[in-house]
């Protein structure tokens, strides 16, 4: 993947430093325990897995921890599992059904 690809997009810079902020001194956003604010903002953020969070260093460190549950483990196994069993010509339906 290129270098530029990897680099988050010059919008995402400032939230990414307000998170990265937000998790310097506990575990997840709200404090110590994981909460469906985590889980919401994680998945958004979790596009970004390939992106280089080196700038950000505890938004990283939070991400790892958001998708290394347990809970987050299995759902991505659910993923691959229905994408690898999914024909590519439903997927494509789908896609542009949705306009993806």
Do not use: H
Request: include cysteine; aromatic fraction near 4%.
């Amino acid at each position: 993947m290129p270098e530029s690809a990897r680099r988050p997009l010059k919008v995402l810079v400032a939230p990414f430093k307000v998170l990265d902020a937000a998790v310097t001194k506990q575990p997840y956003l709200l404090g110590s325990d994981f909460t469906v604010a985590d889980l919401n903002v994680a998945a958004v953020v979790s596009r970004a897995v390939d992106m280089d969070l080196a700038a950000v260093p505890n938004l990283k460190a939070w991400l790892e921890r958001c998708l290394d549950r347990p809970a987050a483990r299995a759902a991505l196994e659910l993923k691959i599992k229905a994408e690898n069993e999914t024909p590519p010509d439903v997927t494509r339906r789908i896609a542009r059904t949705n306009r993806l």
